[in-house]
């Protein structure tokens, strides 16, 4: 999938809620820098794509690609500490650059994030899916950040959510307004606050209302309800193309245009997929085309001493070019990438598995003495005794709740945790 096709970002709520002064520009572009590479986080360092394209999806007017480079140097000066609302009450505070590093060339754009922020950005356990065309409705950055820090609370199911009372002084750090910067409330909401919620009202079908608490006689906290509304208001931005056409192109297209394949070749391709092979080089195990190609610009990517990219690909897709090195190294990637995606399947599913246990005992505390008589291992028996009640235990979590929620998933709460289980084989089968 191509960022064109790319509808919406999958964003970790600590990534919503961060402390620092970005800028409206800087936050969209760490959001379409985020779904361009949010598939290859688990297994890849440095994530690509086309200056044209990223450019196009952030909505540029201008064919300034030194604009460009300074929003990534931006990015990667920008210095901010994350999950400021405590919403993810297991996650530990964090501070990390929005990107480790960023390069053009050849109007590839690369880049990375930091170590730190990379897994945590995928597959998070509380996160918010935010569009990436409604954000460049917003001329504001302060409405952009009130949109995903509400929408960050907003459940589908009701169509309405609310975040918690914010004290003043947290969401002037969420919005990145200083303390020096309309110190009194009165003023921080008529340029903040209103203009704000006004933006989101007219260009969303959503609508965001404030409730304000006084803490003494003076406004100390802030709590934003969100609803969902009918009809979304015909509201189209404003774009210029920039450098390329690429709207038109099939997905496969693409991918040959970016990897530097003309764009008559490319579009060739995409509409004889397998005819544009020749018969004699055709792989017995036919796979998805699109799998296909990748595999030959792969290989032009990792080629030495090509000096035409684009017609070697023409050529590897043609003759069926094979490099058993290259083909062991991608066979090792895709594994690598199958193992994130099991373990990933798996802590989510203890993760269901564990809530659905909680709560069973929470509404039968009896299961825990139960589960408690059943501990055969010395050792959390001893640490058992630690403690003045098997709740007390079970509640600090560690090795004792650890063992006993094994011992309740299987036995008296297998029937409660079966569908889960049933799932999660269904899906390991289909990964495998």
Known sequence: MHLAEINEVIKASPAIQIQSKITHLQRRAWNVLLANAYNELPNKDIHRVSVAELAKSLGFNSHNEDHLKETLKSLVDCTVEWNILGK????EWGVASL?????????????????????????????????????????????LILWEVCFDYFDIARGE??????????????????????????????????PAIKEIN??????VEVEQKRIGRKIGEMKFRISRLK????????QETFLFDIDDLPAIAL?????????????????????????????????????????????????TSVKNAGGFIVKAIRENYQDPVYQKQLQAEREKEKQAML????????????????????????????????????????????????????????????????????????DLIAPVIAAYEAEKERLQ
């Open 343 to 414: 373990a990933s399947l798996k802590s989510e599913m203890l993760e269901k598995q564990n809530t659905l246990i909680r709560q069973a005992v929470r509404a039968n505390p009896e299961l825990l003495e139960q589960a408690a008589a059943k501990i055969s291992s010395s050792f959390i028996r001893e640490r058992l005794m630690d403690y003045e009640t098997i709740e007390d235990a079970y509640t600090a979590g560690g090795l004792v709740a650890g063992d006993i929620n094994s011992i309740l998933a299987n036995g008296l709460c297998a």
């Open 255 to 303: 991918k040959l245009v970016q990897a530097g394949v003309s764009r008559k070749e490319a579009l060739r391709i995409a509409n004889q997929e397998w005819d544009a092979v020749d018969a004699a080089a055709l792989p017995e195990d036919r796979k998805d085309f699109t799998v296909y190609v990748e595999e030959k610009i792969g290989l032009a990517r990792n080629a």
């Open 202 to 207: 007219e260009l969303t079908n959503f609508f």
């Open 231 to 238: 009809e979304l208001p015909s509201v189209e931005p404003v």
């Open 99 to 143: 990107l480790a590093s960023a390069r053009i060339k050849d109007g590839i754009c690369t880049y990375g994030f930091a170590p730190h922020l990379r897994l945590k950005l995928y597959n998070p356990r509380i996160y918010t899916k935010l569009n990436l065309r409604l954000q460049n409705r917003f001329t504001s950055r302060y409405a």
């Open 161 to 194: 959510g609310e975040t918690p009372f914010i004290p003043l002084e947290t969401f002037r750090e969420l919005m990145g307004v200083g303390s020096d910067d309309y110190p009194v409330f009165k003023e921080l909401n008529r340029n903040v606050i209103k």
């Open 88 to 91: 993810d009450k297991d996650e």
